[in-house]
């Protein structure tokens, strides 16, 4: 489940600021007669050792690692995902290169699945009940990957199972305004919907469709959206190209939260309360069901109707129609209906995490946390065992020079291998639900590498390793200016739900970041890799088409480790609030501009969010001086945990668990998501929205509640940037 | 507002340990090559500090101090108040006995005042509308003090204003139970209903009786309640007894919630929003007015109807009848109705807690937290000058070390003078308010002392300088026997909301105490010193009936001082997890003999709750057999930081914002109020005594869903104790 696509993304207090900050503290000198910890306590980051660690990376054993983790389709709790459950163990308990410990962890957690004796169908049927045609119901075989027996069938994981029959129409992407217009035309009223994939969530596509009286949803991938247009498998798409083969499928999980659905804010364990699955919300209400484009072609340019605006239009040589409703008379499906059989069935499954840490020797209350989900929807080879081959790799590393006696880190850091991730992130979120506490108290940092290489199209390089530098890549393709640092590299924020980063900053407050190698978009328009959540995501399309040697998944182990082993081993975090201040600078100047003449109107004041961002400013730019004209070597380490302690918590000052009543564990004021689409706050863009198109003085008071929950969070977080007292 | 009376309260980790833990570390002899800091932070408490401490603390201090404090009346946000703003702030900025920084910090809260130029009135009218009675608007003067024209009238604050008029009854405390009952015999429809003071809440008795129609309340303090029946003011009470005066009347905060009821879970700050003022809930839906027993007993003697039960029997030498409705056809109110006309007025008001820092020295990040509120109904000698006497008795002795430069703590200690307390934890509440996250991230303990002495029955002294030692009375008087240390004093549960500390326990879930020297309930049945919230809660009062010669005010004030400079100067903080979990024990058998049976016929297992209580105690057993077998003075100073952040921690694992929807701001799993009256788990006994009343099976599921809320709390706070990784 990856929703964005960014080269580096990080939330909070940003890395970037690694290069000013290292180097800058010694070893303190201390004579025979001091304690030994003494020279511990003052220990800087030993960059020696990151080049180290940088040379021993290796894309062999990336590769290696990934074709070990690709041999079967590993969907979570079947059989594939317990050997990969064993792999990861039997890795991170090696005696040579593994970790400290590792150990698995397990929840009981509600999933959804096709029923393999009882396949989902979908059929045009005629007014005889004649099956006209029949839409594919597994991939086409290539490679012999796609022959595994385990090779789950299409399906929308949560779409309730249903026997819905009715006239086909053309809904484009399935957004509320979709239907809207759609709806203008044609009587929706017992329709079956086909959508293409994008511009609203999958769920979202069956939930905006209920209303209208539309009865089943179909989806597929238009070749416009992923393949630039291309459609052919005997000369275009794979196994020719990186391109989607027609009868590639999407699958993909259908709920709108993340986390175990009958769980809500519990850990997923035996006993623990359930709510009602009637209670569950965000899940399709009526059946949905993905297919491939080789089959929306034959329903979509039989369709009857008017003609759909431009803008629906895909790559297919036909014209999209509404749909009469239903297919065109002059068509072979004239007077037909479209049948979907859905059997899907939800089962509560008992899912792994695979956990494993190295324990810190000066701080090992500290912890830097690196994880990535291991289930896949198939065989998963870019998603997500790209990131799990990576994780492998830097657990290999830094796991023989632990146990080899040359490094142990200052802090300790714990590796998560996730699970049932693709169902909603749950693996992760059920985690977090647990050790709430003792993570919130404790985490420096969370670094997600989920999908690690989206393609293979820039130059890549590792640092120090050839002439051009990952971050001189970065910077050349996606940048900005940055008031206090020039022209620097580009990172987006971790607003959505798009992986296992979510719980850590949503929930829990956690400075977090999600790093991948991504393409650029100049020379592709592809939504995703073409081959996401289908059964050509196999080591064989990643070998050949994504990262052919493997020097791409390097760079990322060795970007990844950088930023790991400089969280864990920097005297002081290498983390920037001047930086946040921006963002929040950036933040206010938009909401100013685009709501203060309107808040006037409603006597609400944007004077306390001006204040409180000013508070900010002011008051990270003091403990940024103080951090730059401190010797903090030289003195206690007390003073240096002082100001560590601010930089860690700054992202927990965020937390309102009051702010987003209608948001399930979104807590920070600043990265929420929002649909209101506006650079901006996202409480406050979504407030304003919903108050503008209602025009209630009741939603404009919400707008002044929300303004004031985010007001009084900035002014806190601003005070924990102060001296202390 | 003090709810409960207690010797010593402490939530959480006990303070009782100290003695145990003390003395345990030494100071690490360093070379001279050391760096100079290694002294300072493995630097103990200094028990020659404590000695003098303890023989400076001065009583006729803290009676001159409490002379001051006294003059004039300080009800919140009038000019006496501001007086005594003034006052703390003079003497916190003292440049020889000062604190390092004294500073006001203002809110604009809504408070409730009745109308100077317009007083309430009680009286009882004939049915040609004759004024038959008036009830005392004043109460009587003995002392000057009562005549003071800044004492305000006795009223109820945040009964709405309005002119009832109807049949007098007799509704004993005001507790559903006692409507009910009287509802079987009286149509209360269009009643005025006279209640005595005990058994509910001030502001539940009139939100009890409004669903049976009753259209406003009187209360009085009964004498059986307060005065040990006696009544008579020419020879028992004040001024020749500490009594309660015939005329003497209880003011009080009529709301049902703490902290600013306009902006919850926000600091009341200009431009903070502000729920409509109808949305407010937890107040006197009718009018309701305090009145002296002098009154009541005129009221009460003449009511007809029949006699009331003999536990609604008072001290008043008559029967206390129902009331017909109304009076006896033989009394002089034959007829007659009382009518009630109130005039109380809300306003939005500007007010002032003072607060004042001594900077620690090597953990400026910690906070010792000492309060109490500085704003009382008249005088306020007892509530709250008594714990302000001893309060600012206190820093000048700790203000005078460090200014002399004999002292500095180890972590620092913020003093707070809180205001607008007695409408309902204001001052305290918006703090915590205003500086969530520094607080939540950095407070080691809070200390309240409000009301320091209740009254001078039992013998005092102070450790160490008398025979008797606080310690010793207090096992005497006041004792449990404990599995770990055998018989030990007795200290009850922060579980209310009676003083300042509630906000700190129970929003932030900071480890709290509240101290005050009490009495003998084998001597007197009074519920709380006599003249409670009345005009003679003065100077005189506390120097003649409370504390002749302060030399129980000096024990408080030694005590409270020697929890203050352990918790900032200890090493390693005298907080003890296995004595928490002892609780947790206690609670844990009290629950599963109460409920466990019931619950397995809804197929509700205590499992899970067993099992997170097991935890718990053995990671505390853990946790304290480290403390107790490592030489921390020895080791790196980051170690013993990591096991005082998971003391200090603890209490705040146990925080659940979405524990009790239905409860404002209470969060801690454990000590939160609860209506049940078990000595068991708040949430499980309140969910399960609703669910046995409605026999609802959705009402179980919350049974089952806090059960799961309790057990996951309790075990993410043992994991927190467990080693760190």
């Known amino acids: 489940m990856i929703k964005q696509v960014l080269v580096g993304v990080i939330c909070g207090a940003a890395v970037l600021t690694v290069g000013i900050l290292i180097g800058h503290f010694g070893i303190t000198k201390t004579g025979s007669s001091a304690p030994s910890w003494v020279t511990d306590v003052t220990k800087d980051v030993d960059e020696s050792l990151i080049d180290k660690f940088l040379s021993e990376v290796d894309n062999i054993q990336i590769q290696e690692n990934l074709r070990e983790l690709t041999k079967v389709p590993h969907m979570a709790t079947t059989a594939g995902d317990e050997q990969t459950v064993q792999f990861m163990l039997k890795r991170w308990q090696d005696p040579e290169t593994g970790l400290d410990k590792a150990w698995r962890e397990e929840y009981l957690v509600y999933l959804s699945f096709p029923d393999p004796t009882n396949p989902n169908k979908v059929t045009v049927v005629s007014p005889s009940d004649t099956v006209l045609h029949q839409v594919r119901e597994k991939e086409k075989n290539y490679t012999s990957d796609q022959n595994d027996p385990e090779v789950v069938q299409p399906y929308a994981a949560y779409s309730p199972a249903g026997h819905p029959k009715g006239k086909l129409v053309y809904a484009n992407q399935g957004k509320p305004s979709d239907y809207h217009l759609l709806n203008q035309t044609v009587d929706l009223r017992g329709t079956i919907a086909i959508t293409r994939y994008g511009g609203a969530g999958r769920g979202a596509k069956a939930i905006n469709a209920a209303p209208y009286g539309v009865i089943g949803v179909l989806v597929y991938t238009d070749p416009l959206d992923i393949n630039d247009g291309l459609m052919s498998d005997t000369s275009e798409t ?174 300790s850091i714990v590796f998560g291998s996730w699970g049932a991730e693709e169902f909603g992130l749950i693996g992760s979120a059920e985690y977090t639900e647990q050790y709430f506490a003792k993570l919130s108290e404790r985490t420096v940092a969370y670094i997600n590498v989920d999908i690690a290489v989206f393609v293979f199209i820039v130059k890549v390089a590792a640092p120090g ?119 929040l600078d950036d933040y206010l100047n938009t909401a100013v501009s685009l709501y203060e003449h309107k808040l006037k109107a409603w006597k609400i004041s944007m004077e306390p969010l001006k204040h409180a961002v000013a508070s900010f400013r002011s008051a990270a730019a003091h403990l940024d001086h103080v951090i730059r004209t401190s010797d903090l070597a030289k003195e206690t380490p007390l003073k240096v945990r002082k100001i560590n302690d601010q930089l860690m918590l700054l992202d927990r000052a965020f937390l309102d668990p009051l702010a987003f009543p209608d948001k399930y564990a979104y807590r920070h004021v600043i990265w929420a998501s929002s649909s209101a689409g506006k650079p901006t706050f996202p409480g406050l863009a979504d407030a304003f929205a919903s108050a503008e198109s209602s025009g209630h003085s009741r939603d404009w008071d919400k707008v002044h509640f929300h303004l004031s929950v985010l007001s009084q969070a900035i002014e806190g977080a601003a005070q924990t940037l102060l001296d202390v007292i």
């Not at 002439?467 to 990172?491: A, K, L």
């Open 238 to 411: 794979y196994p020719h190209s990186w391109y989607l083969p027609p009868s590639g499928v999407e699958r993909g999980s259908f709920n709108g939260q993340y986390g175990d659905m009958l769980t809500p804010y519990l850990a997923a364990k035996e006993g623990t309360y359930r709510i009602p699955v009637e209670n569950i919300t965000g899940i399709p209400p009526i059946p949905i069901q993905p297919i491939g484009f080789e089959d929306a072609y034959i329903l979509i340019c039989a369709l009857g109707g008017e003609a759909a605006p431009a803008s629906w239009q895909g790559a297919f040589n036909c014209t999209y129609n509404f749909g009469g409703p239903g297919f065109k008379s002059t068509s072979a499906f004239n007077d037909s209906d479209v049948k979907m059989d859905i059997f899907n069935q939800e089962k509560i499954k008992n899912s792994s995490n695979v956990m494993g840490v190295i324990r810190g020797s000066v701080e090992p209350d500290r912890y830097v946390i690196y994880g990535n989900h291991r289930d896949s929807w198939v065989h998963g080879a870019i998603d997500p065992s790209s990131g799990t081959a990576v994780m492998l790799e830097l657990t290999r590393v830094l796991g023989r020079m632990v146990k080899q006696g040359k490094w142990r880190p200052r802090r």
């Open 465 to 583: 390793l050839d002439s051009t530098s990952v971050y001189d890549n970065w910077i050349r393709y996606s940048n900005r200016t940055s008031p206090n640092h020039g022209t620097i590299p580009r990172m987006g924020f971790l607003t959505g739900a798009g992986s296992d980063y979510a719980a850590f900053v949503h929930y829990l407050g956690i400075t977090s970041m999600d790093i991948s190698y991504t393409y650029d978009r100049s020379k592709t328009n592809a939504r995703i890799y073409p081959a996401y959540h289908t059964a050509y995501d196999t080591f064989n399309y990643a070998s050949e088409f994504i990262d052919p040697g493997f020097l791409s998944h390097q760079a990322i182990a060795r970007t990844a480790g950088n930023v790991l082993i400089r969280l864990a081993d920097s005297l002081v975090l290498p983390l920037n609030c001047s930086d946040y201040s921006e963002s």
